[in-house]
Nanobody, 119 residues
Framework: QVQLVESGGGLVQVGGSLRLSCAAS????????MRWCRQAPGKQRQCVAT???????NYADSVKSRFTISRDNAKNTVYLQMNNLKPEDAAVYYC?????????????WGQGTQVTVSS
């Protein structure tokens, strides 16, 4: 069984910063791509940042230059540094990972962490 556990959400003022963390645990061979996705009330879940196992990153236009995704492969942990937060960034943020388990791979999701941005 593989678990992804997020932490670091909370309440922040407009223009503020937060750092999210997501740690993977369980029995697996390796973790490939990791992502941060978010879902605001009434909206579809959207992935805003992706990082490969080699460290290549990709961002949604809405967060580019404000958010930074990184990972520590030794700790099986992915981070999301969020700066200059805007009201539209408020959402539940989910960690997502492509996990290789013996001879097969599966996508896993964390339980989510709430980010609230107050104006």
């Amino acid at each position: 069984q593989v678990q992804l556990v997020e932490s670091g959400g909370g309440l922040v003022q407009v223009g503020g910063s937060l750092r999210l963390s997501c740690a993977a645990s369980g029995d697996f061979v390796r973790i490939d791509d990791m992502r941060w996705c978010r879902q605001a009330p009434g909206k579809q879940r959207q992935c805003v940042a992706t990082i490969t196992s080699g460290g290549f990153t990709n961002y949604a236009d809405s967060v580019k230059s404000r958010f930074t995704i990184s990972r520590d492969n030794a700790k099986n942990t992915v981070y999301l540094q969020m700066n200059n937060l805007k009201p539209e960034d408020a959402a539940v943020y989910y960690c997502n990972a492509d996990v290789q388990i013996t001879t097969w791979a599966r996508e896993f999701w964390g339980q989510g962490t709430q980010v609230t941005v107050s104006s």
